[in-house]
């Protein structure tokens, strides 16, 4: 029998004790040590302080860095000869980060097709539509669905759809005219949206796959009928029994899809979402998550989704990252618990990293003026030296702190403590200096993790050490790469809105992360 694995978790003097209760929790797959690199803070630590004061023990066969460390593993694993990983930046987060507590979690993969419409493309020019393509897909859109308007003439059809094509993207006309239907298959479209026994000679007159519909919501027979014709022909289509709103057949529809799926197990069905994320005013998220769940759970493997509201204008990466966990889900046979916090945008399954008397017990063995601020059940924690207060109220911090003559960094304490105080009162995990997040609600930025931070604009007087009663933001800002205001153009300003940033073109979205697009 082989000897178990032995893990050196290395950390900074603040975080040992809680990273010693931690691994005293550990089952017994393995043995660990705790390696202590001699500085206060684990996000501190340098590839060079590592080399030079961590001795290994001996039997050591994998190495754990803290996840804010900004050390290079691959560096760090040539210089000791055993695999260095980098761990998660919360020490509470261990046991679930090394399988026990939780499975290890893999959201690459899925299997639902995003198709995401247009909804005005007939208004649009072949430019913009092109433009918006590019960036649904990048958010991770699957097929570009071009929606007819009624009575709205769509000249450009043609042009627009063989634009998409030449731009490698996938192309599908959504229309109630038979017409453009026609136009955009003949054009290069590779689906047609929708057809019903009534108009479904169509579908042999091209190489587009069509999406079968019955001819009214509550006629499941004619889309059978629709079915059994194309299965007969031997050719390929999708079929979509039509989800319906909240109190106008809703639940009926639910069960239409089931008992689709039921008569004919092995056909390829579509769910068109829009009609329970843009009609409900309702956080989307969860909304989306539910129907995507029965995607998964019906083996639908084709969603059709649509952004109008503004309440769904992240209608694209939600649908992403639904998809991703619940896949993984459904192959570990579990339930889409665990899975990462991209389902989650107001609150955190875990949202307090410390507990009220451990941040006391870290107050206490504070000795500069710096101030730290951190989030528990009580409430807001404000430390130094000298000080060490808890409320709920970011303002009501103010006249505690010394910092009536230091603007800058009145600025950046009212900015954190406004920023801990909505993390307390929505239940988010809240770091100091670091963004809250938000799940797949909002973009995250793709970040080196192996360099320090740049400083940010709370910088103070002398090249090292700021004045008392203010923070070091020579290691960590949060606005560390951020651009000055804009000041609005006069001819923006009426028109109301800012003009519109252009998009990266080297990135896409995956569970509403920013990654370079060669890794999504």
Not at 156 to 163: G, I, K, M
Not at 476 to 487: F, N, R, S
């Amino acid at each position: 029998m082989s000897a178990p694995e032995h893990i050196v978790f290395v950390t900074g003097r603040l975080a040992r004790a809680r990273l010693e209760k931690v691994a005293a929790g550990l089952t017994d797959r393995f043995r660990w040590s705790i390696a202590d690199a001699g500085v206060k803070v684990a996000a501190l630590m340098t590839e060079e302080i590592i080399r030079r004061r961590i001795v290994l023990p001996e039997g050591a066969t994998r190495v754990i860095l803290p996840g804010r460390c900004r050390a290079n593993p691959e560096h760090l694993a040539a210089h000791f000869g055993v695999p260095v990983e980098r761990g998660p930046d919360e020490v509470v987060d261990l046991p679930a980060w090394l399988g026990l507590a939780a499975r290890k979690v893999d959201l690459s993969r899925h299997d639902l097709r995003i198709f995401s419409e247009i909804v005005d493309a007939s208004k649009m020019s072949v430019a913009e539509i092109l433009a918006k393509g590019q960036d649904l897909a990048r958010r991770g859109a699957d097929v570009i669905d071009l929606g007819g308007l009624p009575d709205t003439p769509f000249p450009h059809l043609e042009e627009s759809v063989r634009a998409l094509k030449e731009a490698g993207l996938t192309v599908s006309v959504d229309s109630f005219s038979r017409e453009e239907l026609a136009r955009g298959a003949g054009a290069g479209a590779d689906f047609l949206l929708s057809l019903n026994e009534d108009t479904l000679d169509l579908a042999f007159e091209t190489d587009a796959v069509p999406v079968l519909v019955p001819t009214r919501p509550d006629d499941l027979p004619s889309l059978d009928r629709a079915i059994e014709r194309m299965l007969k022909a031997g050719r390929p289509f999708l079929a979509d029994p039509i989800l319906e709103p909240i109190h106008h057949g809703f639940v009926d529809s639910i069960a239409r899809y089931r008992e689709i799926r039921a008569r004919w197990p092995d056909i390829a069905m579509m769910m068109g979402t829009g009609n329970l994320t843009e009609l409900t005013e309702a956080d989307s998220l969860g909304v989306t998550a539910l129907l995507v769940g029965m995607c998964s759970e019906l083996t639908i493997g084709n969603a059709l989704i649509v952004q109008v509201s503004n309440h769904t204008r992240r209608t694209v990466e939600e649908h992403d990252a639904a998809r991703r966990v619940m896949y993984a889900a459904k192959a570990d046979s579990a339930l889409p618990k665990g899975y990462g916090r991209a389902l989650l945008a107001l609150h955190d399954k875990r949202p307090f990293v410390q507990t009220s008397e451990e941040i006391t017990q870290a107050a206490a063995e504070v000795r500069d003026p710096n101030y730290r601020i951190a989030v528990a059940e009580d409430g807001i924690h404000v430390y130094n030296r000298d000080i060490h207060r808890v409320g709920t109220d970011a303002m009501a911090f103010f006249p505690e702190l010394d910092v009536a003559s230091d603007g800058a960094h009145a600025f950046y304490l009212g900015a954190e403590l406004a920023k801990a105080e909505t993390a307390w009162r929505l239940g988010k995990r809240y770091v100091q200096d670091e963004p809250l997040d938000w799940g797949c609600a909002a973009d995250a930025e793709v970040e080196d993790a192996t360099a320090f931070k740049k400083a940010g604009h709370t910088r103070h007087s002398g090249p090292d050490a700021p004045p008392p009663g203010t923070r070091d933001a020579r290691y960590a800002t949060p606005e560390a790469d951020a651009k000055p205001p804009e000041t609005v153009p006069d001819e923006a300003a009426h028109a109301g809105a800012l003009p519109e940033r252009p998009q990266t073109p080297e990135t896409k979205l995956v569970c509403g992360r920013l990654v370079p697009a060669d890794q999504a």
